[in-house]
């Protein structure tokens, strides 16, 4: 007996199948099939064959592969029992539930334990999200537990994952398959730089815009694992979960994070715009969903710890005439700290530096048209503050851990410590009218422990729960904690500390794989970089803000009058556009000349778009190569503005005609030929706006 289950959206089918009672596998997942596929069918055809050297049946890659049926990978499950003793568990079919995506649930009676994988497609975003939970009779000891295990393409060469550091987040890396195991594990108790928890698997030739393409995201903030694994006899499977080790307590129950899966038939693209889709539409809930973004001013690099009331209230009318909506008052506002060695924990506002509570600036704010913001860094302490002197066994780890910017994490797994930042928090909440936080998380943690993740959500959502209108900014030394479990709580990343814009053209083009405009900021920095040095032109600082949730975050009373009129101008252009670009679709573009960085973010409708054309380096030729654009229709007809022509500098000498006027050109001809722009310098932008003029509408997908 065969027993087979199918998901299905408009551009791909995931087919589930096992004989007689054992887990299902994933025999297919790709391009839609026809609804009267015979599937059992499927499930025959893609059996392997067997050869000398190779036991007389292909043990099953399944959603969970079980070393107890000779699986010879990685299995999917390692758990000992309550006093230590390896359990080999063999599950069998017990039921299944189609009434929101599947649930399938097995049970191995021998052992006292319940196995159940969950898959729930999403037609709009192309979304599978997937889970497995682990039940047990009794407290059992927990090594590991991947999600549903997915089969990796075999048409593929290599996959795309990502690394990073701090001011240098998104990096990916391709790696070629071949036997053996491509594994990632990150330990340091957050989402880390190091180690982003996604994944994009392109069948081979696939670039940004053409190709199939397999994308992968793990849904959770603490440490997580992945293994991407070639078996002798050429399958492969692909395994997400928590890191190894990170359940410290025996339990009766353990669930892993969503696994977010999509599959595209328009390269990598087609997975970046399911996922920005997804987070933006089904992950992100919003305190005022209908409200435009505001254009943020953040502090921190014009103050740092030395707040002083007169110079606060003449950076936020300087900020206000830019153009600024939000005004967010960074580190230095608490306890005595003056620097990052102190009274971290000491959540009650500086008598010092604000004599009269922090009311006098919130209103001064607020009389500005600008709402209000404020920074935490709940989950960590100095041990010069108060709070570590009065409750020292209130921080996670050995008393001699080595410190983190001098500072220890607090244990989020103690009901206590959680009522204790609740109540210093929400007084100041409660107190003031304040409508954004920056959550800020600075450290590693000195041990992975899945409890401290569990407990920072549940102290995100006691906030949430009481004060709804208030937003919450997820960072960790810029772009750390990046990931959907936290943007289940939040609504806005800090995608790095870098604000310096050539570092974050390259940073946010490879974060679009995942991430929308809408919650990832970016700011215009100082004309001096404070992270690296460089010295970059103020137009291309701006527009590089405004390919995302555009802020400034610097002192503009260092700005002359041309920086503040082209910063007034490009701000006011993104106030302008917000209404349609924080709901667009970034599709990255597949750039001729590798010194540009390129995309082209969609109106869902198709009727407008902006392409944003980053020269990060000196082309090895003179005269810029055309962009191919792309998800236009052919046959429909677009004009071609260059937004800032008037930015060409005098070496580009020539008549090229979007230096004078507009275009109207054929969608085939912009994406079969492209676009000629300009000659200009190095770290430069172009920015290009497109309008439909005629032709049937059509969604992007």
Same mark, same amino acid.
């Given at each position: 007996?065969?027993?087979?289950?199918?998901?299905?959206?408009?551009?791909?089918?995931?087919?589930?199948?096992?004989?007689?009672?054992?887990?299902?596998?994933?025999?297919?997942?790709?391009?839609?099939?026809?609804?009267?596929?015979?599937?059992?069918?499927?499930?025959?055809?893609?059996?392997?064959?067997?050869?000398?050297?190779?036991?007389?049946?292909?043990?099953?890659?399944?959603?969970?592969?079980?070393?107890?049926?000779?699986?010879?990978?990685?299995?999917g499950?390692?758990?000992?029992?309550?006093?230590?003793?390896?359990? $080999?568990?063999?599950?069998?079919?017990?039921?299944?539930?189609?009434?929101?995506?599947?649930?399938?649930?097995?049970?191995?009676?021998?052992?006292?334990?319940?196995?159940?994988?969950?898959?729930?497609?999403?037609?709009?975003?192309?979304?599978?999200?997937?889970q497995?939970?682990?039940?047990?009779?009794?407290?059992?000891?927990?090594?590991?537990?991947a999600?549903?295990?997915?089969?990796?393409p075999?048409?593929?060469?290599?996959?795309?994952?990502?690394?990073?550091?701090?001011?240098?987040?998104?990096?990916?890396?391709?790696?070629?398959?071949?036997?053996?195991?491509r594994?990632?594990?990150?330990?340091?108790?957050?989402?880390?730089?190091?180690?982003?928890?996604?994944?994009?698997?392109?069948?081979?030739?696939?670039?940004?815009t053409?190709?199939?393409?397999?994308?992968?995201?793990?849904?959770?903030?603490?440490?997580?694992?992945?293994?991407?694994?070639?078996?002798?006899?050429?399958?492969?499977?692909?395994?997400?979960?928590?890191?190894?080790?990170?359940?410290?307590?025996?339990?009766?129950?353990?669930?892993?994070?969503?696994?977010?899966?999509?599959?595209?038939?328009?390269?990598?693209?087609?997975?970046?715009v399911?996922?920005?889709?997804?987070?933006?539409?089904?992950?992100?809930?919003?305190?005022?969903?209908?409200?435009?973004?505001?254009?943020?001013?953040?502090?921190?690099?014009?103050?740092?710890?030395?707040?002083?009331?007169?110079?606060?209230?003449?950076?936020?009318?300087?900020?206000?005439?830019?153009?600024?909506?939000?005004?967010?008052?960074?580190?230095?506002?608490?306890?005595?700290?003056?620097?990052?060695?102190?009274?971290?924990?000491?959540?009650?506002?500086?008598?010092?530096?604000?004599?009269?509570?922090?009311?006098?600036?919130?209103d001064?704010?607020?009389? $500005?048209?600008?709402?209000?913001?404020?920074?935490?860094?709940?989950?960590?302490?100095?041990?010069?503050?108060?709070?570590?002197?009065?409750?020292?066994?209130?921080?996670?780890?050995?008393?001699?851990?080595?410190?983190?910017r001098?500072?220890?994490?607090?244990?989020?797994?103690?009901?206590?410590?959680?009522?204790?930042?609740?109540?210093?928090?929400?007084?100041?909440?409660?107190?003031?009218?304040?409508?954004y936080?920056?959550?800020?998380?600075?450290?590693?943690?000195?041990?992975?422990?899945?409890?401290?993740?569990?407990?920072?959500?549940?102290?995100?959502?006691?906030?949430r729960?009481?004060?709804?209108?208030?937003?919450?900014?997820?960072c960790?030394?810029?772009?750390?904690?990046?990931?959907?479990?936290?943007?289940?709580?939040?609504?806005?990343?800090?995608?790095?500390?870098?604000?310096?814009a050539?570092?974050?053209?390259?940073?946010?083009?490879?974060?679009?794989?995942?991430?929308?405009?809408?919650?990832?900021?970016?700011?215009?920095?100082?004309?001096?970089?404070?992270?690296?040095?460089?010295?970059?032109?103020?137009?291309?600082?701006?527009w590089v803000?405004?390919?995302?949730?555009?802020?400034?975050?610097?002192?503009p009373?260092?700005?002359?009058?041309?920086?503040?009129a082209?910063?007034?101008?490009v701000?006011?252009?993104?106030?302008?556009?917000?209404?349609w670009m924080?709901?667009?679709?970034?599709?990255?573009?597949?750039?001729?000349?590798?010194?540009?960085?390129?995309?082209?973010?969609?109106?869902?409708?198709?009727?407008?778009?902006?392409?944003?054309?980053?020269?990060?380096?000196?082309?090895?030729?003179?005269?810029?190569?055309?962009?191919?654009l792309?998800?236009?229709?052919?046959?429909?007809?677009?004009?071609?503005?260059?937004?800032?022509?008037?930015?060409?500098?005098?070496?580009?000498r020539?008549?090229?005609?979007?230096?004078?006027?507009?275009?109207?050109?054929?969608?085939?001809?912009?994406?079969?030929?492209?676009?000629?722009?300009?000659?200009?310098?190095?770290?430069?932008?172009?920015?290009?706006?497109?309008?439909?003029?005629?032709?049937?509408?059509?969604?992007?997908?």
């Amino acid at each position: 007996m065969t027993r087979t289950y199918r998901l299905d959206d408009d551009r791909q089918t995931l087919v589930l199948a096992a004989r007689n009672d054992r887990l299902h596998e994933v025999v297919y997942w790709g391009a839609a099939l026809p609804m009267d596929e015979d599937l059992t069918t499927i499930h025959a055809a893609g059996a392997l064959d067997v050869t000398g050297g190779m036991l007389d049946e292909n043990p099953d890659l399944s959603i969970c592969p079980e070393a107890t049926r000779s699986f010879p990978g990685q299995p999917g499950l390692i758990v000992r029992d309550s006093d230590g003793t390896p359990l $080999l568990p063999k599950f069998c079919f017990e039921s299944v539930d189609e009434t929101d995506g599947i649930v399938l649930t097995y049970r191995d009676a021998d052992n006292g334990l319940q196995l159940t994988v969950s898959f729930k497609p999403d037609p709009h975003t192309h979304i599978i999200t997937c889970q497995t939970t682990l039940d047990a009779d009794r407290p059992v000891h927990l090594h590991w537990l991947a999600a549903p295990v997915l089969p990796g393409p075999q048409q593929s060469d290599e996959m795309i994952d990502f690394s990073g550091r701090w001011c240098g987040e998104f990096q990916p890396n391709r790696t070629a398959w071949g036997a053996g195991i491509r594994y990632r594990e990150n330990r340091t108790g957050r989402t880390g730089h190091e180690h982003f928890p996604g994944l994009i698997v392109p069948c081979t030739g696939a670039t940004n815009t053409q190709g199939e393409a397999y994308g992968f995201h793990y849904g959770w903030s603490g440490g997580h694992r992945m293994i991407a694994e070639e078996l002798q006899d050429g399958r492969r499977q692909i395994q997400w979960g928590h890191a190894a080790r990170m359940e410290t307590e025996p339990s009766k129950q353990f669930k892993t994070a969503p696994l977010y899966i999509t599959y595209s038939d328009s390269g990598l693209n087609g997975c970046a715009v399911s996922f920005q889709r997804h987070l933006r539409d089904r992950i992100v809930t919003w305190p005022k969903p209908n409200a435009p973004r505001p254009v943020h001013y953040n502090c921190w690099e014009a103050v740092y710890f030395d707040h002083k009331l007169p110079v606060l209230k003449e950076i936020a009318e300087k900020a206000a005439s830019l153009g600024a909506e939000r005004f967010v008052l960074d580190d230095g506002w608490f306890g005595q700290r003056d620097d990052d060695t102190r009274s971290l924990s000491d959540w009650t506002v500086d008598p010092r530096k604000y004599p009269d509570g922090l009311g006098p600036l919130v209103d001064h704010v607020h009389s $500005l048209g600008m709402t209000f913001g404020i920074w935490f860094e709940p989950e960590m302490v100095n041990e010069d503050s108060d709070i570590h002197r009065a409750n020292p066994h209130w921080a996670l780890g050995s008393e001699d851990q080595t410190l983190g910017r001098q500072q220890k994490a607090l244990n989020m797994a103690l009901p206590e410590v959680r009522d204790f930042l609740y109540d210093r928090m929400s007084a100041i909440l409660r107190d003031h009218d304040v409508d954004y936080i920056k959550w800020d998380h600075n450290r590693v943690l000195p041990m992975p422990d899945a409890a401290q993740t569990r407990g920072s959500y549940a102290l995100i959502d006691r906030l949430r729960a009481d004060f709804p209108n208030t937003e919450i900014e997820s960072c960790a030394s810029g772009g750390g904690r990046i990931d959907f479990g936290i943007m289940e709580r939040t609504q806005r990343v800090w995608l790095s500390d870098s604000n310096d814009a050539l570092e974050r053209l390259r940073i946010q083009h490879d974060a679009a794989l995942f991430l929308p405009l809408s919650v990832t900021g970016s700011h215009v920095g100082p004309r001096i970089c404070h992270t690296s040095g460089r010295v970059l032109d103020i137009a291309f600082r701006a527009w590089v803000a405004a390919q995302r949730h555009m802020g400034f975050e610097m002192d503009p009373r260092e700005l002359d009058d041309h920086e503040v009129a082209v910063l007034t101008e490009v701000t006011s252009w993104w106030k302008h556009n917000r209404h349609w670009m924080q709901q667009a679709d970034i599709l990255r573009l597949d750039s001729a000349d590798p010194a540009v960085i390129a995309e082209q973010q969609m109106a869902q409708d198709g009727d407008q778009f902006v392409v944003f054309a980053g020269k990060a380096a000196t082309s090895a030729q003179i005269s810029p190569r055309p962009l191919r654009l792309t998800n236009l229709v052919p046959t429909a007809t677009y004009r071609i503005n260059l937004a800032n022509r008037t930015s060409a500098p005098a070496l580009s000498r020539g008549d090229q005609i979007l230096k004078t006027q507009e275009i109207e050109v054929s969608g085939a001809y912009l994406m079969r030929h492209g676009v000629t722009l300009p000659w200009t310098f190095p770290d430069r932008m172009w920015v290009i706006e497109g309008t439909r003029l005629t032709g049937a509408s059509k969604e992007t997908s």
